[in-house]
């Protein structure tokens, strides 16, 4: 196959890239913004039909969640205008959507059935994106994932570890809950259902297994990294955020362990694979 991964720079995009050696026996293109920018309707056509691109798996995204409340018409050219670019191409896709499409109001894990209530600009615009590329392309599949985390680029497992080795104490919110995903099992998740005998189009969630809170996330990250370092749990109304956060992130991912026998393994087991690597 053919396989098109967009955003190749990022945390997902670099874990595809470092997992296709053991995915031989398909041609992949790997691009960032440099290479083609997805906003660029023509330059997307034009990549797909001169490579004869099957799959594309959009691992681009604006992210920034903070960022995205300050200018959502730049998030919203990216998580969605774009999307709906990849979505008429003509090729399959795989694209990967958030936890912040729902309202992190729930008390159980969330389907993917559940209504979506997006509180943040980041959530409006990816949700669009889904939106825009299921009306485009109904045999889309479309990976909602949450918390991830690498050793690439910036994210809160590095961040943690660079603050734990700095200060003598960490207050961290233990009323968000929901469930840390190392994007290696992510980008091997991508790879099943890249190589399913069979197409299974839809929406489907993905994070690793278990729950906890950013609280007892930092805590583990820090035991696991043996850094002495005093973590004291605080509300999210003594974090000054500047957007909102979800307080329940939890995704019920029978779906996708059914379709695709996928096994998944516990958040703790991934957080050391990816300490050890960093
Ligand atoms: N990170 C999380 O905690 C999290 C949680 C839930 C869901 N997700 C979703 O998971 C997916 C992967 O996230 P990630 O953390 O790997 O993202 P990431 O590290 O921010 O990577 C996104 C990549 O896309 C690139 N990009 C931005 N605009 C582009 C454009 N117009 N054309 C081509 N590439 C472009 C970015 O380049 P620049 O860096 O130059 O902008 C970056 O290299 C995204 O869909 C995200 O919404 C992430």
């Not at 729930?106 to 943040?120: F, G, K, L």
């Not at 909602?144 to 570890?161: D, E, Q």
């Not at 500047?242 to 996708?256: A, C, E, G, M, Q």
């Amino acid at each position: 196959m053919n396989i098109l991964i967009t955003g190749c720079n990022g945390q997902l995009g670099t874990e595809m890239r470092n997992l296709s050696a053991q995915h031989a026996g398909h041609r992949y293109f790997f691009t960032d913004v440099a290479e083609l920018d997805i906003t660029d309707r023509e330059a997307v056509q034009r990549f797909v039909a001169e490579n004869a691109i099957e799959v594309i798996v959009n691992c681009a995204a604006y992210t920034n969640v903070d960022k995205a409340e300050e200018d959502e018409a730049t998030a919203r050219l990216i998580n969605a205008a774009a999307t709906e670019n990849l979505a008429l191409s003509g090729a399959k896709i795989i694209h990967i959507s958030t936890d912040y499409v729902f309202s992190g109001d729930e008390t159980s894990p969330c389907r993917e059935s559940d209504a979506v209530a997006p509180r943040t600009a980041y959530g409006r615009t990816k949700l669009e994106g889904e939106e825009l590329l299921l009306r485009a392309c109904p045999q889309a599949v479309i990976i909602r994932t949450a918390w991830l985390y690498s050793p690439y680029g910036n994210n809160f497992v590095k961040t943690m570890l660079r603050l734990g080795k700095e200060r003598d104490e960490l207050r961290v919110v233990n009323d968000q809950i929901g469930t840390p995903t190392y994007a290696e099992d992510l980008a091997k998740a991508i790879y099943t259902v890249i190589e399913a005998p069979e197409w299974h189009a839809g929406i489907y969630h993905f994070t690793d297994e278990g729950v906890c809170s950013w609280y007892d996330f930092t805590v583990e990250i820090l035991r696991q990294a043996g850094i002495t370092c005093k973590v004291t749990p605080i509300k999210s109304s003594e974090y000054a955020y500047k957007t909102p956060r979800p307080h329940y992130s939890v995704l019920d991912k029978t779906k996708i362990k059914a379709t695709f026998g996928i096994a998944i393994p516990e958040w703790q087991e991934s957080l050391t694979h990816c300490l050890q690597r960093l």
